[in-house]
Nanobody
């Protein structure tokens, strides 16, 4: 079993920054894929970014490329999402997820474990 716990959400003005953290506990492997998704009210959950614990590659949605950066600390089994130049359309609940496999997926259904989510609100 794996437990994921997000933190770092909050209220920020447009143009500001936030850093989200996701601490993983339980069974994790270096080949696991960690991802961030987000869900705005009335919308489907969407892929934001992903990284393997090995850190060999990172993946981003086009809407956040150049503004968000995903990283990980293997020793702390923690994944981070640094969000800069935030826009009101980034407002959503952000979820951390783990795929116990070797392929990077952008569909929520491919992920095995989820955190409880953390709210990010960007004011105009």
């Amino acid at each position: 079993q794996v437990q994921l716990a997000e933190s770092g959400g909050g209220l920020v003005q447009a143009g500001g920054s936030l850093r989200l953290s996701c601490a993983a506990s339980g069974r994790t492997f270096i080949t696991d894929v960690m991802a961030w998704f987000r869900q705005a009210p009335g919308k489907e959950r969407e892929f934001v970014s992903a990284i393997r614990w090995s850190g060999a590659s990172t993946y981003y949605a086009d809407s956040v490329k150049g503004r968000f950066t995903i990283s990980r600390d293997v020793a702390k089994t923690t994944v981070y999402l640094q969000m800069n130049s935030l826009k009101p359309e980034d407002t959503a609940v952000y979820y951390c997820a783990l795929n116990a496999g070797i392929s990077v997926h952008r569909e929520p259904s491919e992920y095995d474990y989820w955190g409880q989510g953390t709210q990010v609100t960007v004011s105009p």
